[in-house]
């Protein structure tokens, strides 16, 4: 009996042994599973940052883009009105210079009118004499 009891302690003893060392394995695997797992993560978390990264860069290019064309649209804009004041103070220019010869040429024309009176009332007078 004392050896069937032994025996019996010796069976448990091993099958408690193996169970340890399968326990100890599925142990192990488990925690590669999850350094694994947290590598993936990291990794993932590494991904997604150098997106973000990327995506702030892209705004900022395209921000940067767009305060660009904005400045250039707004120097044109001032460049154009530029051209439209001077080419308007030029003509206002021609216009006023275009009313003083008018101007002058009416008073050329009543100067002349004046003559020719003048002339066609001496002439009266010379025909009457």
Known sequence: ?????????????????????KMRTEN?????KLEKIKEESNNERINLENDLEEIK????RRKTEFEDQMKKYEYELEESKGKMRTENRNLENKLEKIKEESNNERINLENDLEEIKKEQERRKTE???
């Open 127 to 129: 025909f009457e004499d």
């Open 1 to 21: 009996r004392k050896t069937e009891f032994e025996d019996q302690m010796k069976k448990y003893e091993y099958e408690l042994e193996e169970s340890k060392g």
């Open 28 to 32: 192990r695997n488990l925690e590669n």
């Open 57 to 60: 860069k892209e705004q900022e």
